[in-house]
């Protein structure tokens, strides 16, 4: 019996490859913790985070031709795991980069610091790669759990500490939906694999029964905590306020990726069957999403809130492309839908990262960036960031030729596609609405002068590095979309 | 029908502990409930013929986390009243309310519905058995197993990171 | 019979030349003397004027000059979008329009810019003006150059965009970042019913190239139907919104808080008349909906009325220029609305002419004004300042109406039209008869108060009174002699022309392709068109007589005027309080319902109204604010648990 299987384990190699990466992190932290203080823990810590990233993704890349699965169908590999891997690794290298800069108050737990970044990522590569939601169940917990303790990784701030408390209690609340639906789930069907679970939905008589509707509400539940959908989204402003802001960037990107990833194999594979019952689900949710997110965000004072506030519109908008899936194309590549949440989740990705790097970059030790009085007149003292951070806001706000444009415009125009005419109307007003609060941010720092003189920067490489190549993204993917769209209808082809 | 009979007994002592365990206000007397509930839930697994998931379900969890947890607890001398000064009427009653009406919801998912769970041919030789549970943990789920481990090994690190000492 | 499509590389220069320049000067301008950066950025778009004019005559080669056969260049760099049955590339399209359209925003940009060189010689941001003056080139380009709506779209938001940086240019100003921002955020809501409109078409029609839209609109779309109107008042939206038309022309007027030259180009020639361009564009659509059509010209005509009625007491001289240019907007609406494309396109082009050199001259008088905009405190500038004078009263006549200067021959043939295009109506005609007679009267009181009288200057200003510079006076010549002879290539045939610009547009409008026009011409005896023409100058001329009379014959009349009917005045002197009414109608309402209602009610406002609640009742208030943040979780909880019941029972039950 035992020797009935054969497991793949080149499949498994970038996971493995991350984990290394991450224990050797965790051996840096004891090397260096006999001679405490300096920056070097810090700066070795993110190099060797890097270098396990890059290599990580060279072997996610060469993967790319790869259909396959193993482990007993557990793990399965193909374009769109590989898709959204890349996308990981991209937000958690953008995650190192914004860090080195203020490593320096991470008192001794650098090694720690990095090695959770890069086990949270590989939590998501689990997830993603997973056919069968208990792998899904212990990804999303590995994530979730080193997400949490990163948030409260600022140990000497309260605020760090609180949110990150707040965040660890309803995730787990959430956690506890997920489980049970997962377990309802497997009583009604008596499988927990995706295909499965498919396969056994699509042949119930007389349409689903209590404990399968059950089952799908509560599994919903668990990812839409994950990706900040409206009514499971209270703990994202405090989150993201209070966690470092890098982690916070990472969270806005690479959580939320995640999370839709999950969703969306999940909806188009396992509960596809179901589609009639969580499609309007999906559409009832996008409304409120955009429409707390965005009404949110109008009221807020702090760029940081405000960019949480925006993720969870920003989620609703990624709602409205899940509930314009066609659960009847023949072919998934030509539902513009998933094509849309693909393409949108990596320019989302790109926008913040640039917004959140331009923050970092904007503050210094003593005096943080957060308010929006604080960016006034940056327009004309910093030249160079105030122009990227104009990019990424009118990115943000759907504005040609961005990026950001063209994700909204993917997304509307699926839900055109599929007579969401409403929903589509809710949407491109919502982000006629969003102009509002991005573009003030733009108008603090290049129309109004700032009460104090602003204090020279110090230049960060890294930090740089990261703005500079978000900014270029979302202008290039904006202007030449097609080798991303390519990417990403290879990756959806493979979805169902 | 006795089988019956000791299921609903224990399930119900199950579900009065865990209730229990998170409305005490004092964090041992809570801990001791949680053990209870985890011994309820032992006894099921007997009942359910899983011998060796029941054994671990007492050792690892009424033995080890749970006395870990009123270790600490001891050590750090939490008084009563730390936890439990949350005594919002409002919300209190809105949890009520909700609850029931999920309860309600449940319950509608329930009726009607019949459970495919089970074997109907009665049970393989040696299952429950820690061969047969663990032969099942190194072949179809050996890569859960495995990411648990990583699982673990995050929480570890971040007991570390959050709790460890301050070098600077 | 499907357009033949020509390919024509030099097309893409047209829209990349001031593209390129404005990148070296964004990077470069810091060190680059003013002298460089001014040339540069001026005769890059002077490039895209020539590359236009090649495709001009390549154009008129390839189809001759009459209503030849439909032929249009073509270029193409990639494509752009591709998902699904969706695709847009990036790719220029120069039919007869958008040739004309060219020209027009090529040639009024390079003479635009060779004046800003003279006018913002001191400006500290010199660099970071020409810059933006050139990307809002590139993007207003594009806009008329674009072969699907997409890459429209993708102008239409990019001069949006340079409008809003260039009305804040001098952020100093609290006031004029804030009018910046109410430009764009008004301009937002016309966007909306853009894209809308956009995801409509490519949803019932299958493609948003403007060929396919040509090919398929008329056999897909049932004429007068409900989905026909919708796409076109959804357009129509966009268009108000770029165009200033009732009811989103509001923030036009603050707009003018910028530059006085990009007032000229931007809020006058270009791109307020975007809208207009779009419609025509997508002519084959609002022929499909009469509804809308009638829509366009009833807003056009009263748009027309109404700021011309505004325009007869505002002060500020560039305030009148825009209220002028909200009314002149009106007529091109009102002309598309009754159909006559054509007669739209010809008095955008003269009013490009004319306005453009109205707010050069209202610049050149700001700037001998060191800066003072009030017409009350001018006067007497005749004799200090001839070539700006003469070359205003040259824009005032055109715009007046008054033969033969190019408004005449524009705003007559939009008349004539009103009255007798089978969508027109005498009403139309009416009103717009009227806000000619009003647009002469304000336009000629703009000009006496500036130029004749006596100075009400105070002494300091009256010393520093001069020419402006030969680089500013230039171009004024210029735009002069175009806002005079520019109106004969649409000399309408009764008056012995040969109307040859409605015959070169002819081939791109479906309209006056087929039946409609022939139809109309057929209505009325010659003797009608005579006397319309006739009346049209007569109402000109009593405007200027009656200008004549209030401002230079009996001085003070005005005064008495405005104090015997005070309620008419004042409520034209604040612009029928509309930004009043729409702060209580409309801005306050959203605050307050988003601020109370939905922001409250979701995020704060049960749950927190409960803690307080309950906190009173229990504890009393003054122990609330302690645990407010123990309680924030528990609230949270509670939101997530009031979803999942929520959830679970819209799926459940």
């Not at chain 3, 001191?122 to 380009?141: E, G, I, P």
Request: hydrophobic share 55%; proline share 3%.
């Amino acid at each position: 019996m035992s020797n009935s299987f054969e497991i793949n384990w080149n499949l498994l190699l970038p996971e493995i490859v991350l984990v290394t990466a991450a224990l050797f992190l965790l051996l840096l932290g004891v090397i260096y913790r006999v001679r405490a203080g300096g920056t070097g823990p810090a700066l070795a810590g993110a190099v060797l985070s890097l270098a396990g990233l890059v290599v990580c993704a060279f072997m996610t890349l060469a993967q790319w031709d790869t259909v396959s699965g193993t482990f007993h169908g557990m793990l399965r590999i193909d374009p769109f795991a590989t898709y959204f891997n890349l996308l990981f690794l991209a937000g958690a290298a953008a995650g190192v980069l914004l860090s080195v800069r203020e490593a320096g108050s991470l008192r001794g737990v650098a090694g720690e610091y990095y090695a959770l970044l890069v086990i949270a990522t590989f939590g998501m590569m689990v997830m993603v790669s997973a056919a069968d939601l208990l792998v899904v169940f212990i990804g999303l917990e590995t994530m979730s759990l080193a997400v949490y303790i990163l948030v409260g990784s600022r140990r000497e701030k309260a605020e760090s500490n609180e949110a990150a408390l707040k965040y660890f209690l309803i995730g787990a609340f959430a956690s506890g939906f997920l489980i049970y639906g997962i377990a309802f789930l497997f009583g009604a069907t008596g499988t927990t694999q995706f295909r499965g679970l498919a396969e056994r939905l699509a042949t119930t008589d007389g349409g689903p029964s209590g404990l399968q509707l059950l089952g799908l509400g509560l599994v919903l539940i668990g990812f839409l905590f994950k990706v900040a959908a409206v009514p499971f989204h209270m703990w994202v402003p405090d989150a993201y306020e209070g966690a470092p802001t890098p982690i916070t960037a990472y969270m806005a990107v690479a959580v939320k990726a995640a999370g839709f990833a999950v969703l969306l194999r999940l909806l188009n594979v396992g509960l596809l069957p179901l589609a009639s019952y969580w499609l309007p689900v999906m559409w009832t949710l996008a409304v409120a999403t955009m429409l707390v997110g965005n009404l949110g965000a109008i009221f807020q004072s702090s760029i940081k809130r405000m960019l949480a506030y925006s993720s969870i519109a920003h989620a609703g908008y990624l709602l409205v492309a899940l509930a314009s899936i066609n659960p009847l194309a023949a072919n998934p590549a030509d539902d513009r839908a998933l094509l849309a949440v693909l393409y949108y989740l990596a320019i989302y990705t790109l926008m913040n990262v640039g917004a959140f790097g331009v923050l970092i970059y904007m503050g210094t030790a003593g005096r943080p960036m957060d308010t929006l009085e604080q960016v006034r007149g940056a327009g004309f003292r910093y030249p160079l960031l105030a122009a990227a951070m104009a990019v990424f806001m009118f990115s943000l706000s759907g504005i040609p030729p961005t990026g950001g444009f063209l994700a909204k415009f993917y997304v509307f125009s699926a839900a055109i596609d599929r007579g969401l005419i409403s929903l589509a109307i809710i949407g491109v007003l919502n982000s006629a609405v969003s102009v509002y609060y991005y573009l003030r941010v733009v108008v603090q720092m290049y129309m109004r002068e700032s009460e104090e003189p602003l204090p020279a920067l110090s230049f960060s490489l890294p930090v740089a590095l990261a703005i500079l190549l978000s900014a270029w993204g979302v202008l290039q993917l904006g202007i030449l979309p097609s080798c991303l769209l390519d990417a990403a209808g290879r990756a959806v082809q493979f979805l169902r | 029908m006795a089988e019956q009979i000791l299921f609903y007994l224990f399930a119900v002592i199950a579900i009065i502990s865990a209730l229990s365990a998170v409305t005490r206000k004092n964090p041992v007397v809570s801990a001791v409930w949680l053990v209870s509930c985890m011994c309820s839930l032992a006894v099921i697994y007997v009942l359910l013929e899983a011998y060796f998931l029941a054994a671990v379900q007492v050792i690892v969890y009424a033995g080890a986390v749970l006395m870990l947890f009123v270790f600490v607890i001891m050590l750090l001398n939490l008084r009563t009243g730390i936890i439990g000064q949350f005594r919002n009427l409002g919300l209190k009653f809105m949890g009520l309310v909700l609850t029931v009406i999920i309860l309600r919801q449940f319950y509608t998912a329930f009726k009607g519905t019949s459970l495919i769970l089970g074997n109907a041919g009665g049970l393989e030789p040696g299952f429950g058995e820690a061969r047969a549970v663990g032969e099942l943990l190194f072949t179809r789920y050996v890569y859960p197993l495995e990411l648990i481990s990583i699982l673990l090994l995050v929480a570890i690190v971040g007991a570390l990171v959050l709790a460890g000492k301050e070098s600077s | 019979m499907e357009p033949a499509a020509v390919q024509y590389d030099f097309l893409r220069w047209i829209v990349l030349s001031p593209l390129i320049s404005c990148c070296v000067i964004a990077l470069l301008g810091r060190k680059l003397p003013r002298v460089v950066t001014g040339t540069l950025a001026s005769a890059s778009v002077g490039l895209s004027f020539v590359f236009g004019l090649l495709g001009f005559l390549q154009l008129k080669s390839l189809s001759g000059h009459g209503e030849g056969e439909a032929v249009f260049l073509a270029d193409s760099l990639y494509r752009w979008i591709s998902v699904g049955g969706l695709t847009a590339d990036v790719a220029f399209m120069l039919d007869r329009l958008s040739a004309v359209m060219v020209l027009v925003v090529a040639g009024v940009s390079c003479i635009i810019h060779v004046y800003s060189m003279g006018y913002m010689a001191h400006d500290k941001s010199y660099w970071r003006y020409f810059s933006y003056l050139n990307l809002f080139v590139f993007f207003m380009l594009l806009l008329v150059s674009a072969d699907n709506l997409v890459l429209m779209f993708v102008g239409w938001e990019g001069v949006g965009l340079c409008s809003y940086l260039l009305i804040g240019f001098w952020f100093e100003d609290m006031e004029k970042a804030y009018a910046g921002k109410k430009a764009f955020v008004v301009n937002r809501i016309g966007d909306f019913g853009f894209l809308l409109a956009i995801l409509l078409i490519f949803w019932n029609l299958g493609t948003v190239s403007f060929g396919g839209i040509f090919a398929q609109a008329p056999r897909v779309l049932t004429a007068g139907s409900g989905l026909a109107t919708a796409i076109a008042l959804l357009l129509f939206l966009g268009a108000t919104g770029k165009s200033a038309q009732l009811p989103l022309y509001v923030w036009l007027p603050d707009a003018m808080a910028g530059p006085t030259p990009v007032s000229a180009l931007i809020h006058a020639a270009t791109m307020v008349t975007a809208g207009v361009y779009m419609i025509v564009r997508l002519n084959v659509l609002y022929l499909l909906s009469p509804q809308a059509m009638a829509v366009v010209a009833a807003v056009g005509a009263l748009t027309a009325i109404y700021a011309a009625t505004i325009g007869l007491v505002q002060d500020d001289i560039k305030k009148v220029l825009a209220y002028s240019t909200i009314s002149q907007l009106g007529y091109m609406f009102l002309a598309v609305g009754v159909g006559a494309f054509s007669a739209g396109i010809f008095h955008l082009m003269t009013h490009a002419f004319f306005k453009a050199l109205l707010f050069l001259g209202a610049g050149s008088v700001i700037h001998a004004m060191s800066g003072k905009q009030d017409i009350q405190e001018m006067g007497g500038l005749k004799g200090k300042l001839p070539a700006t004078y003469w070359t205003f009263l040259a824009a005032t006549l055109a715009i007046s109406g008054i033969p033969p200067l190019s408004g005449f021959f524009s705003k007559d043939e939009i008349l004539w039209s009103a009255f007798s295009s089978p969508h027109g109506h005498w009403a139309f005609w009416l009103i717009g008869w009227l806000a000619a007679g009003l647009t002469a009267f304000y336009m000629f009181r703009l000009l006496f108060l500036t130029f004749f009288g006596t100075s009400r200057a105070d002494e300091h200003t009256r010393q520093h009174i001069h020419e402006s510079p030969s680089l500013m006076t230039v171009p004024l010549a210029i735009l002069a002699v175009l806002a005079v002879v520019g109106g004969f290539v649409g000399m309408p045939e009764a008056l012995g022309g040969a109307n040859s610009f409605h015959h070169w547009l002819a081939p791109v409008l479906a309209s006056e392709n087929g039946t409609l026009n022939a139809e109309a011409a057929g209505h009325f005896p010659e003797a009608v068109e005579y006397l319309m023409i006739a009346l049209s100058v007569v109402v000109g001329l009593c405007g200027i007589g009656a200008a004549w009379w209030v401002y230079i014959n009996r001085p003070g009349t005005a005064e008495k005027m405005a104090d015997s009917v005070p309620l008419g005045y004042g409520l034209l002197k604040n612009k029928y309080y509309v930004d009043e009414i729409y702060n209580i109608f409309i801005v306050q309402p959203v605050k307050l319902t988003s601020i109370y209602i939905l922001w409250k009610l979701f995020d704060a406002g049960i749950i927190d109204g409960l803690v307080n609640l309950s906190g009173r009742t229990v504890r009393g208030l003054g122990r609330v604010a302690a645990r407010l943040e123990n309680g924030y979780t528990q609230a949270y909880a509670i939101t997530f648990i009031l979803g999942v019941a929520l959830l679970l029972g819209a799926l459940l039950w």
